[in-house]
């Protein structure tokens, strides 16, 4: 027993030792440490255990904790989010990649939150974005027109579909541009009309090559100009999305999706096929080294992507345009929007029921980018 109490004693000295000189900022850098390397689990699950707070105006989100607008802000007006809402003033270094907000939809807006971005795009400049099925959310050209044509000489670029609709042929594809105003603005190409080119994937675990339309080599700098909504595959579909299935060739997207086996676009593995997005994405990121920029439109948010002819009505509002260097922290900033929007439950449904999350977890996986991210709106 006295062997015991030295033991004790000891132990209890110890502690107190360790414990000296230890300023209580100290143990909260600790505690903030380990949040930032906690990762977002699936689903509203995660949302319960952590608090969320609202993007632009700090307030609590589903847990209830008690937390003000100033422990939420960061210095110079900057939102300090992370993954899925989670409130992680910690991030606040320069390494984390910002995104640049604006509530204003419009052609004003969107022109703001890219010149937010101080890019320099030079060369030929290609526009990525979605032609849309006829009667889809696609971007309107009173929108989007404004930014196009403030380039010298852009050219708007897409690829085929894989799965048949008015896109899935050159000539009926050029056909619904000319019909969205697309061709009105600018030079259209469909990169893959006259087949593909291969890239290659370092770091998957799925694909080791992705096929893109065969004119992408082409352009020097890419504008990914996404609309963020739902998908009945992906979940949701942002910026990763638009640099994956959507610069993919056809026969690209049949292999994406596939999540590289080669076998049925449709019956194959969930994950697989998620995480073969970004694998593609970090692809197209790799090649271009660094010549790329992403802006993702949240109006008109849809449970159903562009390529639905009848997609279902919004049951949500209008957020804003938001924009990055970085594609994963974009997208999960959107995706932290919906979370914290108060009508944004079938949005949340449709990205939870195709495990969406995980696309963002294999991008930050393989190094396409950061889940974390400092949120700066520019209207405030």
Same mark, same amino acid.
């Given at each position: 027993?006295?062997?015991?109490?030295?033991?004790?004693?000891?132990?209890?000295?110890?502690?107190?030792?360790?414990?000296?000189?230890?300023?209580?900022?100290?143990?909260?850098?600790?505690?903030?440490?380990? @949040?930032?390397?906690?990762?977002?689990?699936? +689903?509203?699950? *995660?949302?319960?255990?952590?608090?969320?707070?609202?993007?632009?105006?700090?307030?609590?989100?589903?847990?209830?904790?008690?937390? *003000?607008?100033?422990?939420?802000?960061?210095?110079?007006?900057?939102?300090?989010?992370?993954?899925?809402?989670?409130?992680?003033?910690?991030?606040?270094?320069?390494?984390?990649?910002?995104?640049?907000?604006?509530?204003? %939809?419009?052609?004003? +807006?969107?022109?703001?939150? #890219?010149?937010?971005?101080?890019?320099? /795009?030079?060369?030929?400049?290609?526009?990525?974005?979605?032609?849309?099925?006829?009667?889809?959310?696609?971007?309107?050209?009173?929108?989007?027109?404004?930014?196009?044509?403030?380039?010298?000489?852009?050219? %708007?670029?897409?690829?085929?579909?894989?799965?048949?609709?008015?896109?899935?042929?050159?000539?009926?594809?050029?056909?619904?541009?000319?019909? @969205?105003?697309?061709?009105? $603005?600018?030079?259209?190409?469909?990169?893959?009309?006259?087949?593909?080119?291969?890239?290659?994937?370092?770091?998957?675990?799925?694909?080791?090559?992705?096929?893109?339309?065969?004119? =992408?080599?082409? #352009?020097?700098? #890419?504008?990914?100009?996404?609309?963020?909504?739902? @998908?009945?595959?992906?979940?949701?579909?942002?910026? $990763?999305?638009?640099? *994956?299935?959507? %610069?993919?060739?056809?026969?690209?997207?049949?292999?994406?999706?596939?999540?590289?086996?080669?076998?049925?676009?449709?019956?194959?593995?969930?994950?697989?096929?998620?995480?073969?997005?970004?694998?593609?994405?970090?692809?197209?990121?790799?090649?271009?080294?660094?010549?790329?920029?992403?802006?993702?439109?949240?109006?008109?948010?849809?449970?159903?992507?562009?390529?639905?002819?009848? /997609?279902?009505?919004?049951?949500?509002?209008?957020?804003?345009?938001?924009?990055? =260097?970085?594609?994963?922290?974009?997208?999960?900033?959107?995706?932290?929007?919906?979370?914290?929007?108060?009508?944004?439950?079938?949005? $949340?449904?449709?990205?939870?029921?195709?495990?969406?999350? @995980?696309?963002?977890?294999?991008?930050?996986? $393989?190094?396409?980018?950061?889940?974390? #991210?400092?949120?700066?709106?520019?209207?405030?």
């Amino acid at each position: 027993m006295r062997k015991i109490a030295v033991c004790l004693l000891a132990a209890v000295f110890i502690l107190t030792i360790s414990g000296c000189g230890k300023s209580s900022g100290d143990s909260l850098k600790g505690q903030e440490t380990e @949040h930032q390397q906690s990762s977002t689990t699936q +689903g509203m699950e *995660s949302v319960l255990e952590t608090d969320t707070v609202d993007a632009t105006s700090g307030k609590t989100g589903q847990n209830g904790n008690d937390t *003000s607008a100033q422990e939420t802000l960061a210095a110079d007006d900057e939102t300090v989010s992370n993954q899925n809402g989670q409130n992680n003033n910690a991030v606040q270094d320069s390494d984390v990649p910002v995104v640049y907000m604006s509530t204003d %939809i419009s052609a004003e +807006g969107l022109m703001a939150v #890219y010149e937010a971005l101080e890019a320099s /795009p030079s060369g030929n400049i290609a526009i990525k974005l979605s032609t849309g099925e006829p009667g889809s959310n696609y971007l309107r050209t009173d929108l989007i027109g404004t930014l196009v044509q403030s380039f010298d000489d852009p050219t %708007i670029v897409e690829c085929n579909t894989a799965y048949g609709g008015s896109r899935a042929n050159t000539a009926m594809h050029y056909q619904v541009a000319m019909e @969205h105003g697309y061709t009105a $603005i600018a030079d259209v190409d469909i990169m893959d009309e006259d087949g593909s080119m291969t890239l290659s994937v370092e770091g998957g675990d799925n694909l080791t090559e992705n096929y893109v339309g065969a004119n =992408f080599a082409n #352009y020097d700098y #890419y504008v990914i100009l996404s609309h963020f909504k739902g @998908h009945a595959m992906a979940g949701f579909g942002g910026a $990763i999305k638009n640099i *994956s299935i959507g %610069i993919a060739s056809a026969d690209g997207k049949a292999h994406i999706h596939s999540g590289g086996t080669g076998g049925s676009m449709w019956g194959g593995d969930q994950d697989a096929f998620l995480e073969s997005m970004a694998e593609a994405g970090k692809s197209v990121v790799d090649y271009l080294d660094g010549n790329i920029l992403y802006i993702n439109v949240m109006n008109r948010l849809s449970v159903d992507c562009d390529c639905d002819g009848n /997609p279902a009505e919004p049951d949500m509002h209008d957020i804003g345009i938001l924009a990055s =260097f970085d594609p994963v922290a974009l997208d999960q900033a959107c995706v932290d929007l919906v979370y914290e929007a108060e009508d944004g439950q079938s949005l $949340i449904n449709r990205i939870e029921s195709r495990n969406g999350l @995980h696309t963002l977890e294999q991008a930050e996986k $393989i190094g396409l980018g950061s889940r974390e #991210y400092r949120l700066v709106n520019i209207n405030e």
